[in-house]
């Protein structure tokens, strides 16, 4: 029978918000919805347990994945809807597929596996295939043939709205684990079952304690010494209430080896040991010893009594003494060699064999394509390489001297599997690759409800609903009214109450609410993008009521008297009457005479009133040559900027000073500043020196003091000597003669009188004299000349340009144009044999590409 359950819908109460808001929560009982089935499935296991057990974690995923439409099938990807046909796996991974491609899946892995046994030669009726998620292997005979419930009760369930999908709506009844012998109290579900929630006497591992268990649970330790009797049966294992086996007997003691010769000291479980001394105890011949090793018991009879046979075996003797030798009957020995093939050539002998047998045979390598001759011990291995396709079809073998069973590929598949987000881990194979065992965990905001999906779907999942409030708190004025609502991604739903605010007129805003909105949560994403999103973190400011609507009385921008109108409270607008403005204007100087306008104020509209474009005419203080630059304005000038020039006292540099500092200055402190500090740089006036003072104003002091060192020389500059400037000026003084008027040259010559020597040599060289005149320069009048001639050359070449034939400038135009040509031809030429050589190389590549594709893989 099925079970239909049914929930009443409580009764609905009025509410401020729109339809928009049915999802929200309130204060009053949670409503039931019918596609629910969490409670009502899990109820009988909860009445008997009282409490909720982890193993329902994931039937409760399974069941949230189910309500929510997010059940994939992981062969195809697509969703498993209700009255799809489908099979779970029962063995471990509990995954649910379309019937159809668990099917076609199966009978495709059966295949491959009978393709594979029948290759390597054995029995292919023992095919299996895996389940696709959790790869545990089924025989082909349990491929599935019938669509059935989860617990296999019922074949094609009807669907029913009432009830789980894919499920029969019974309780399930199937066996639980650990074989406890109690059946599952679930109603048919998909997923494991629970642990057995029933009440049972049980003990611990070691048995000293009983208690009472849950069935599921009943395994315990009771954290006492487990004090059962170890393998050595004299003392009691000490570890803590264990499962499984006790560990071997650790205590220490002194034992004796089985010949009794030596004493160690060893762990219980190692005390049945053998020494390294070998037995020699007397045998019972009492010629030789024992040549065993260490042991227990009697060493036995002496193995030399009796039958004995020659080293080979074909030769027996009775009744011989244990200590006579027993002599070789010269016979080929026969015994078969190492290879079990060839028999020993030699004579009977003692000892050993030869280990390798040396007989030349024929032999062929493990592939069969090399031959040879070569000692038996030997193994002929040839250098060709396997070229045999391996299981996967895609590579060859590559192994040396292939004796034709290929190993498995040992490659790495690496196919993009279907869900586009992971590539295949598996060696590679044949056939389709299994699916992607990544499963996506699908989250509500507050991350209390989730289902997992399989890899590959995630993209066209939608968040499941959340019954949980939204723990944003509304910024409006009706939030202590305001009906809460769900969580959920993006933003929260506007406030739909009417404002009501109260204008400082007295009436009150009829509008809408349009409070702050709070900062939204972020959108639903399944991958973050590589670009960092910027999130809304502040709040959102609400906008201001409209302006009241009521009639008041405005006066004009101007704010005449005589002026006023009635407007509407809400009409901000100013009118102007037709009188002029009259404001005095920033200047403090003039008047407004612009029509009535709204005055400027600081933090609110207005027209500013008309500037003042007259030039400042006021003095400045202090009083310079430059006019004040600015319009006429209100106040003081501003200082005066302007820079002017001023040469030092010497004349050497020239100072720039900004014409207010250096009006401010004193007479004396323009004097100070205007000198260089450097030396004067003028020449004395009576004398070629410069002055040696520091930069000053005027006459410089003392000219006839000076003490700079001068040549003196005689008439015929034969004698020289130094004098200080100023004892030479004194000489030219006493002479008669200025200063001033000595030249640069004759300043200080034919002051020292001539001696007897200075007259012989004027004597010699009067003589030369008139050869040492320079000739007077010439003027170069031919150079002028030829200067004019080159210029008169190049004009007359330049009008010969200008005067070119009409057929050179025809010429010069078809050379253009036959030029322009073979570059266009040139250029098509050289792009058509390029396109064609690149599609002979691609040919070309392609065909060796083909022999290559068949040196690789040639057919067998």
């Excluded at 969490?38 to 309500?67: H, M, P, Q, V, W």
């Excluded at 009771?222 to 009797?229: A, D």
């Excluded at 000892?351 to 090399?370: A, F, N, Q, T």
Aim: aromatic share 6%; with cysteine; net charge positive.
């Amino acid at each position: 029978m099925t079970s239909t359950v049914r929930h009443r819908l409580p009764p609905s109460h009025p509410s401020d918000s729109d339809s928009s808001d049915s999802d929200s929560t309130s204060t009053t009982p949670k409503t039931l919805n019918h596609t629910d089935f969490s409670n009502t499935i899990f109820r009988s296991y909860i009445e008997i347990s009282g409490l909720e057990s982890a193993d329902l974690t994931k039937i409760r995923s399974f069941l949230t994945s189910s309500r929510s439409g997010a059940l994939s099938c992981l062969i195809c990807l697509e969703r498993i809807r209700p009255t799809d046909p489908t099979w779970s796996c029962s063995s471990r991974c509990f995954a649910v597929f379309h019937l159809l491609c668990i099917q076609s899946w199966a009978r495709q892995s059966s295949d491959l596996s009978s393709l594979r046994a029948a290759a390597r030669g054995a029995d292919d009726r023992n095919s299996t295939w895996n389940c696709p998620k959790c790869r545990i292997e089924f025989p082909k005979t349990l491929i599935p043939k019938t669509y059935t419930c989860f617990c296999g009760k019922i074949e094609n369930p009807p669907h029913d709205p009432w009830i789980l999908p894919h499920s029969c709506g019974e309780v399930c009844n199937r066996s639980l684990k650990y074989d406890c012998g109690h059946k599952c109290l679930l109603l048919c579900h998909p997923g494991p079952c629970p642990s057995c929630p029933k009440l049972v006497k049980t003990r611990c591992f070691c048995g000293g304690v009983e208690d009472t268990k849950r069935c599921g649970f009943k395994d315990f330790s009771c954290n006492k010494t487990c004090s059962k009797l170890l393998d050595c049966k004299t003392h009691c294992c000490p570890e803590t209430c264990h499962p499984g086996e006790c560990p071997p007997c650790k205590a220490t003691g002194v034992y004796n080896c089985h010949c009794g010769k030596v004493t160690e000291k060893k762990e219980c479980f190692q005390r049945d040991f053998r020494c390294e001394t070998p037995c020699e105890k007397l045998l019972g011949c009492g010629k030789h010893v024992c040549s065993k090793g260490c042991h227990e018991g009697e060493c036995g009879d002496c193995p030399l009594q009796g039958k004995r046979t020659c080293p080979c075996g074909k030769r027996i003797y009775e009744g011989m003494a244990c200590d006579v030798v027993v002599p070789s009957c010269g016979g080929t020995c026969d015994k078969k060699l190492m290879c079990r093939i060839h028999s020993c050539p030699e004579r009977c002998h003692r000892g050993l064999c030869v280990e390798s047998c040396r007989i030349v045979v024929m032999k062929s390598c493990k592939c069969g394509s090399l031959k040879k001759q070569v000692p038996c011990y030997q193994d002929v291995v040839c250098e060709r390489k396997c070229q045999r396709v391996r299981d996967c079809g895609r590579h060859a073998c590559k192994r040396r001297c292939c004796d034709g069973d290929c190993p498995p590929c040992s490659e790495i598949c690496d196919k993009k599997l279907r869900c586009k987000n992971h590539k295949c881990p598996s060696p590679c194979h044949r056939g389709a690759c299994a699916p992607c065992p990544v499963m996506v965990t699908i989250s509500c905001f507050c991350g209390e409800t989730h289902f997992e999906v399989p890899c590959g779907t995630e993209k066209e999942q939608k968040p499941p609903k959340c019954s949980k409030r939204c723990h944003i708190t509304p910024l409006c004025r009706h939030k202590s009214i305001t009906k809460p609502h769900k969580c959920h991604y993006g933003a929260c739903p506007p406030c739909r109450l009417v404002c009501d605010e109260e204008y400082p007129c007295g009436h009150k805003c009829k509008l809408r609410c349009h409070g702050p909105i709070p900062p939204p949560n972020p959108e639903f994403t399944l991958k973050p993008k590589k670009k960092k999103q910027k999130l809304q973190t502040e709040t959102t400011p609400g906008s201001s009521c409209p302006p009241c609507p009521e009639l008041v009385w405005r006066s004009c921008l101007g704010e005449h008297l005589g002026a006023e109108k009635m407007m509407v409270c809400s009409n901000k607008s100013k009118f102007s009457c037709d009188n002029y403005c009259g404001n005095l204007l920033p200047c403090g100087n003039h008047f407004c005479t612009k029509t009535c306008h709204a005055l400027k104020i600081p933090g609110s509209g207005g027209e500013k009133c008309e500037d003042c474009n007259l030039p400042c005419q006021r003095e400045r203080d202090p009083v310079c040559p430059h006019p004040c630059p600015r319009k006429c304005h209100p106040g003081d000038c501003p200082p005066c900027k302007v820079l002017i020039k001023r040469s030092c006292h010497c004349g050497a540099m020239v100072h720039v000073f900004e014409c207010l500092y250096y009006n401010t200055l004193s007479e004396k402190e323009q004097t100070a500043v205007r000198s260089c500090g450097g030396p004067c740089h003028k020449k004395l006036p009576n004398c070629t020196h410069l002055c040696p003072e520091t930069c000053h104003i005027g006459h410089c002091p003392s000219p006839e003091k000076c003490s700079k060192k001068v040549i003196v020389r005689c008439g015929c500059q034969s004698l020289k000597k130094e004098w200080p400037c100023h004892q030479v000026q004194a000489t030219y003084i006493s002479d008669g003669r200025d200063p001033k008027d000595i030249t640069k040259n004759q300043f200080g010559v034919g002051l020292l009188p001539c001696n007897s020597e200075c007259k012989s040599k004027v004597k010699v060289d009067d003589s030369d004299l008139h050869l040492r005149k320079p000739k007077a320069p010439e003027k170069k009048e031919t150079d002028v000349e030829n200067h004019v001639r080159k210029r008169k050359r190049r004009k007359e070449k330049l009008q010969q340009d200008h005067q070119l034939s009409m057929f050179q400038k025809v010429m010069g135009i078809f050379r253009k144009l036959l030029l322009l040509v073979m570059i266009v031809v040139s250029l098509i030429l050289m792009a058509y044999f390029g396109y064609k050589g690149l599609l002979w190389v691609n040919d070309w590549m392609n065909e060796v590409e083909i022999q290559r594709q068949r040196k690789r893989y040639p057919r067998i």
